[in-house]
């Protein structure tokens, strides 16, 4: 996510000195313990450690102890002060170079398992950030949005494929504050996408992981308004939720077990899990069935559906041989080219033509994901040029686009059952790019999926907040696949 710990209306005055209202840089909740280190610095200068403080809800932490709160939520929702003693208080009006350095991990997005007892080695999440910015006492109004789109096609009887769409298509703007849960999905139904929604758990939910009532009945009124279908419900596993140790087997099962009966509470047929370790879905195959559920594992770049590891899980469900065990075929898996939004980001980051054609030709080769991100930053050393300057994007580019060839997904399409229909850019000519979206429907229908294809518009990983709506580019591209099914249909 480029929109970082801090925006143009972060700096507050404070009674204690200032403050920064601080933005969750991803686009998903956290545990508090998931912060690492918090460094700010003023005009140059750097305030010291023991003069920060970091509020949420009224409470206040020293930065030594957040990595011991992993009890704390930090949701996607809130901005936490990042409160600075001083002994002449900032006034309104007051403007100042202000810089953020954080360093966070994922929680979820496990490298390494720990060894005898030990913590695991997590995706970290680094930020370095410099603005100028004039002190406020509250954040700005978000801006309004309206919804502008013809009426869609109709849907019938013979598209193969019901359309929705994941909210995390809407990551940034609802973590800025653009929508609250009730106006997003209003807003949705105004563009007339749908019946079909699907959340991130941990992206929506206040009270994560569990589901409050409070969410059930916003959820069930939403509904019942606008004639919903609830399709799948994300589930991540938090196994570096604690700083000291990875959870342990009988945590991952409780931690799983209390999103499976959440996905139940809200009405959802599927959960997508992100674990698939035998030992662990031999323990939540009984909850599944108690529960009526299917569990869907996700086959997401730089993997396809004949990648050593999921082959592994191939061989896992073999030997399980449940019907509720299958995949989520997410299309980032099986692009053609890489993304115009990505490639505009690297290019705001400093790449110049050269530079991006080498990144194109590097991604097209066979290499595996590690080499590609190896011969690229090479390259870039070699040209005197920073790593560092692309953030994540030298790594983004790799490992969240593959170029499987589509046709792979026939070779477990009777085990598919939900569609990441992922895409980044709808063009001029109402196309995606940098993925086959023809050719895809019709590998599909073919194989004879009737599922959901659920948008995931995955965009707001390169492009700034406000670039583009992404829920038009949702609607564009629901046209794109209502017209590609009636063309399929009619070979």
Request: charged fraction near 25%.
């Amino acid at each position: 996510m480029p929109n970082g710990l801090i925006q143009q209306d972060s700096l507050r005055v404070h009674p204690d000195g200032f403050a920064v209202a601080l933005t969750l840089p991803w686009y998903r909740s956290l545990w508090l313990s998931s912060v690492g280190t918090l460094g700010l610095s003023i005009d140059g200068a750097e305030i010291p450690a023991g003069d920060l403080r970091f509020e949420l809800d009224g409470v206040q932490y020293g930065l030594d102890e957040l990595p011991e709160q992993s009890e704390t939520l930090w949701f996607l929702q809130e901005h936490p002060l990042l409160v600075a003693r001083r002994a002449e208080p900032f006034a309104l009006g007051e403007t100042h170079e202000v810089s953020i350095a954080g360093d966070l991990r994922l929680p979820y997005m496990q490298i390494a398992p720990g060894q005898d007892g030990g913590p695991g080695k997590y995706v970290p999440n680094i930020v370095r950030q410099t603005l100028t910015l004039t002190a406020k006492d509250a954040a700005d109004a978000a801006p309004a949005l309206v919804a502008a789109a013809a009426p869609p096609p109709a849907a019938t009887d013979d598209d193969p494929f019901k359309l929705g769409l994941t909210l995390y298509s809407a990551s940034a703007e609802f973590r800025a504050g653009w929508y609250d849960f009730d106006g997003l999905l209003d807003r949705v139904a105004d563009l007339g996408i749908g019946p079909g929604i699907e959340i991130v758990a941990s992206q929506v939910l206040p009270t994560y992981p569990v589901v409050s009532d409070e969410f059930l009945n916003t959820w069930r009124a939403a509904f019942d308004r606008h004639g919903f279908d609830a399709s799948s419900f994300g589930a991540n596993l938090d196994m570096g939720r604690r700083r000291d140790r990875d959870m342990t087997p009988d945590e991952e099962f409780e931690f799983s077990e209390l999103m499976f009966q959440g996905a139940k509470k809200l009405g959802f047929p599927l959960v997508r899990i992100q674990s698939a370790k035998p030992e662990l879905l031999r323990r939540l195959l009984p909850v599944a069935e108690r529960l009526e559920l299917k569990l869907a594992y996700e086959i997401h770049a730089p993997m396809g559906p004949n990648h050593e590891a999921i082959l592994k899980v191939r061989d896992t469900y073999a030997e399980l041989d449940s019907p509720l065990l299958g995949f989520v075929a997410d299309f980032s898996s099986t692009m053609h080219s890489m993304s115009p939004t990505l490639l505009r980001a690297v290019q705001r980051a400093g790449l110049d033509d050269e530079a991006l054609d080498t990144l194109q030709r590097i991604w097209a080769t066979d290499a595996t994901m590690r080499e590609r991100q190896e011969e690229f930053i090479g390259y870039l050393k070699g040209r005197d040029f920073d790593p560092g300057r692309l953030g994540s994007f030298a790594h983004l580019a790799f490992n969240m686009h593959g170029h499987v060839d589509p046709r792979e997904w026939a070779d477990i399409m009777p085990q598919i059952m939900h569609v990441h229909a992922k895409f980044y850019d709808i063009d001029e000519s109402g196309q995606e790019p940098a993925i086959d979206y023809p050719e895809h429907v019709r590998v599909f229908v073919e194989g004879g999926y009737r599922g959901y294809w659920s948008s995931e518009w995955e965009g707001h990983a390169f492009a700034e907040l406000g670039e583009v709506d992404p829920l038009l580019l949702v609607r564009r591209q629901h046209d794109l696949i209502r017209a590609s099914m009636r063309v399929a249909l009619t070979v």
